[in-house]
């Protein structure tokens, strides 16, 4: 008898936890705040061993960085000329990936990347 109180004890927390609980979180690429983005401009390049400037802009909502091929890049976010990713250096992106930067967060400046083989990369801008 005792065994089965606690089963159903366990259970009701269990269920409890389940319904109660659970906070759902939707991934977004635009700014809370502001009406949803939309994608103004979209630049595919090919990333080698030599940091590559893929985008430079003064304005967006965030930017939606896509990787194909079997080799992951190095990624820097900033209008310094000096902030070049290397094999130590940067923001790894793993291979075939689509990831979205708030602009909140990895601004709107200058994107450089680096891939230790020859990576096509996609990256889209949303205003």
Same mark, same amino acid.
């Given at each position: 008898?005792?065994?089965?109180? *606690?089963?159903? @004890?366990?259970?009701?927390?269990? @269920? ?17 705040? *502001? @009406? ?6 979209? *630049?595919? #390049? ?15 909502? &965030? ?11 190095? @990624? ?25 930067? #708030? &602009? ?24």
């Amino acid at each position: 008898m005792t065994h089965i109180k *606690t089963a159903g @004890l366990f259970s009701a927390v269990i @269920l409890a936890a389940f319904f109660f609980g659970g906070t759902t979180f939707f991934a977004r690429a635009d700014d809370a705040n *502001t @009406l949803p983005a939309t994608i103004a401009t979209t *630049t595919t #390049d090919t990333v080698t061993s030599t940091a590559t400037r893929i985008v430079a802009t003064s304005t967006c909502s &965030a930017r939606i960085i896509s990787t194909s091929g079997t080799s992951g890049i190095m @990624l820097t976010f900033s209008d310094i000329e000096g902030k070049v990713p290397s094999a130590t250096a940067g923001h790894w992106q793993a291979a075939s990936t689509t990831i979205a930067y #708030d &602009a909140s967060q990895y601004g709107c400046g200058a994107v450089r990347a680096y891939a230790g083989a020859s990576t096509l990369v996609t990256i889209s801008e949303a205003r």
